[in-house]
């Protein structure tokens, strides 16, 4: 099936990775695929990392976005444990990490994000983990054992969801919060006080506005948070979720722009016409609202393989999509769609004290803009289709249950 002497090497084998070299066989790209990949296994998903993982209801089996036979029946020459670690653009070369040369005649990066990390002091004691791979997951889910005690840095989505599997597991969870409330960076307010409200319903402790100093530990294992203000919360083990940082160092290397991830445009192509970028690595045109972002996000490391494995097949542009993402704690679901920009209002559909309910922020012209959804998969839906059409709607309209979605999605 192959043909060398067309080449395309993806680096990178993570979520967006696999998807592109799976999308460019379905599009029909003929001609040889090779995909890099630092991490022993093959491409997976990590959203179960931070749940089902750490439950022991996931395994690397079912983590896989496909089986290696799929790999090997496709021809995608799968180098994993590799890390690519220069790419010549004159040459059209890549340097891994075992000092193999690979020719490349299409780029895609694909390098995805790694874990912020903190520096302070202790941060090189045992038991101070981060989630990010199955290896980090593996040493978090050996570490909550009965008794054990977690504190969770950062109040993100990772962190809340990892603390709702191990209070669900039975450790005695705090959640230390800089800001004055959690999901701060990525939630409104309400949203931030139902989560907050839920998570300490469920017997985790949560510290917000809360600065930590250092990890103090005792025999080389960390024994505790050391916040600004004096007080230490005892743990057992510490993980650290204060976001990602984009690994687009070697994009950078090659002197191709870049402002927190690498920059691409709707073909997911760099200023490199022979080199793509995709998923958490890549800062993107946002269309619906007229600006750019990073996304972290499952769906929008596929629909950026989409497009890049579309331009790259000489295939139709993929319509833009809204952005979506998903976070599952406890029995929540919560389910985003949109950015909420310049919004100036916001709409509850549904009770909030019901934990079924959906927040439509709306710009000052009622354009709805995103819409957050706890456990109303109908409404993210049919917000998802309003968002994508434009709509403009107002509050009044949006809070009457008496309107089904489907009425106002139409
Ligand atoms: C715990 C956790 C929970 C999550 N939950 C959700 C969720 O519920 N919903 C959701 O939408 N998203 C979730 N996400 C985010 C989602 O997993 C990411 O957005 C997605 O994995 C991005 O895919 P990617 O391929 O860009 O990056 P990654 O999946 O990180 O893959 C990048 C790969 O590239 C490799 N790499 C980097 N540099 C090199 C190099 N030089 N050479 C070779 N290989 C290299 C890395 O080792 C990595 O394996 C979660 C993420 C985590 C960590």
Redesign the pocket.
């Known amino acids: 099936m192959s043909d060398p002497s067309r080449h395309i090497v993806i ?7 696999g998807s592109a070299a799976t999308m460019l066989r379905q599009l029909g790209w003929q001609e040889a695929i090779t995909l ?4 022993p296994l093959l491409p997976y998903q ?2 179960p ?2 749940k089902q993982w750490l439950s022991g209801e996931a395994t690397e089996e079912s983590l896989v976005l496909r089986p290696a036979t799929f790999y090997a029946g496709a021809s995608i020459d799968m180098r994993l444990g590799l ?2 670690t220069a790419i010549d653009r004159t040459a059209r070369t890549v340097t891994l990490s075992d000092d193999v040369v690979l020719p490349y005649d299409i780029l895609i990066l ?4 790694r874990p912020r990390r903190l520096a302070m002091p202790g941060s090189e004691l045992a038991g101070v983990l981060e ?2 791979t199955v290896a980090d997951a593996e040493a978090l889910k050996a570490a909550l054992h009965p008794g054990a005690r977690l504190a969770v840095i950062g109040g993100g989505y ?1 962190g809340l ?1 990892a603390a709702a599997s191990a209070r669900t597991l039975g450790a005695e969870v705090t959640i230390v919060e800089r800001e004055p409330r959690v999901l701060a960076r990525v939630a409104c307010p309400l949203l931030s006080g139902f989560f907050e409200k839920f998570h300490r319903d469920r017997g985790a402790a949560i510290e917000v506005n809360a600065q930590v100093e250092g990890l103090e530990g005792e025999g080389g294992h960390v024994s505790g948070v050391r916040l600004a203000d004096g007080r230490v919360i005892p743990c057992t083990v510490a993980l650290i979720g204060v976001g990602a940082v984009p ?1 687009d160092e ?1 994009a950078r290397s090659i002197g191709l722009a870049c402002d927190n991830g690498v920059i691409v445009d709707l073909a997911a192509r760099t200023g490199d016409p022979a080199i793509f970028a995709i ?3 890549t800062r993107r045109p946002l269309p619906l609202y007229d600006r750019v972002g990073r996304l ?6 596929l629909e950026q393989a989409k497009q890049a494995a579309s331009a790259i097949c000489g295939k139709p542009a993929p319509a833009p999509e809204v952005p979506w ?4 704690q406890y029995e929540l679901r919560l389910q985003i769609a949109g950015i909420p920009f310049d919004a100036t209002e916001i709409a509850v559909r549904g009770r909030v004290e019901d934990g079924k309910f959906a927040l439509f922020h709306l710009a000052a012209d009622g354009t709805v803009q995103a819409v957050e959804a706890v456990n109303a998969s109908t409404e993210f839906m049919g917000g998802r289709r309003i968002i994508q059409r434009r709509k403009q709607l107002t509050r009044v309209q949006i809070e009457d249950m008496a309107v089904s979605m489907q009425q106002l999605a139409a």
């Open positions: 680096v990178g084998a993570g979520h967006a990775g890099v990949g630092e991490e990590r959203p990392l931070s890390r690519v694909a390098t995805g994000a989630l990010r990772i969801e690994n070697l998923g958490d690595c972290e996000s499952v769906p929008n490391a993402f998903w976070s599952d």
